[in-house]
T-cell receptor
Framework: DSGVTQTPKHLITATGQRVTLRCSPR?????VYWYQQSLDQGLQFLIQ???????AKGNILERFSAQQFPDLHSELNLSSLELGDSALYFC????????????FGQGTRLTVV | LAKTTQPISMDSYEGQEVNITCSHN???????ITWYQQFPSQGPRFIIQ???TKVTNEVASLFIPADRKSSTLSLPRVSLSDTAVYYC????????????FGRGTSLIVHP
């Protein structure tokens, strides 16, 4: 158990819908990362937050957004969903921004039908 | 960011030692080498990290030659449960570092 909690574990929704994925980092970790993993793209970095502020952006679509709350949990919002958004979404956390060791949650499997 | 190259896949048998080599020719002075393991449908898990020479923990050993342009992850006496994807990452801790994963090496351990 990494100490990073993601909910829900599975999510099935229709095209055009909006969903919210939730992540609780390890106790004491200030940095949260979001990744998308699909079969054809591998593990892609989406966005990073550190202590409530956006820190870095990767290959995140404009239809996707995220935030980190004062209690340090984070949410990833995915809207206008397309079939191609079906993937595993992982959250990771680390103590500080830029740590070389990150701790990953078990992921949320999103299926868009 | 140092680019890494590792084999796409490897096969082994239970009880054998497995060595996975990662090339990182443009590694910077402050960069560390970090390996993660990922089982199907699970998040990656940190397994070992090193800067130079040899590092060993309860899971694996990491060998880094003097020029640091490559590294080798060694898994002793693998079992079926070691079947996973192994990722090699290179970077220095600091504000702008983001763990960036390539395709990794898919290790399949056969009975």
């Amino acid at each position: 158990d990494s100490g990073v909690t993601q909910t829900p574990k599975h999510l099935i929704t229709a095209t055009g819908q909006r969903v919210t994925l939730r992540c609780s980092p390890r106790s004491g970790d200030l940095s949260v990362y979001w990744y998308q993993q699909s079969l054809d793209q591998g593990l892609q970095f989406l966005i990073q937050y550190y202590n409530g502020e956006e820190r870095a952006k990767g290959n995140i679509l404009e239809r996707f957004s995220a935030q980190q709350f004062p209690d340090l949990h984070s949410e990833l919002n995915l809207s206008s969903l397309e079939l191609g958004d079906s993937a595993l979404y992982f959250c990771a956390s680390s103590v500080r921004a830029g740590d070389t060791e990150a701790f990953f949650g078990q992921g949320t499997r999103l299926t868009v039908v | 960011l140092a680019k890494t190259t590792q084999p796409i896949s490897m096969d082994s048998y239970e009880g054998q030692e497995v060595n996975i080599t990662c090339s990182h020719n443009n590694i910077a002075t402050n960069d560390y080498i970090t390996w993660y393991q990922q089982f199907p449908s699970q998040g990656p898990r940190f397994i070992i990290q090193g800067y130079k020479t040899k590092v060993t923990n309860e899971v694996a050993s990491l060998f880094i030659p003097a020029d640091r342009k490559s590294s080798t992850l060694s898994l002793p006496r693998v079992s079926l449960s070691d079947t996973a994807v192994y990722y090699c990452l290179v970077g220095a801790s600091g504000g702008s570092y983001i763990p960036t994963f390539g395709r990794g090496t898919s290790l399949i351990v056969h009975p």
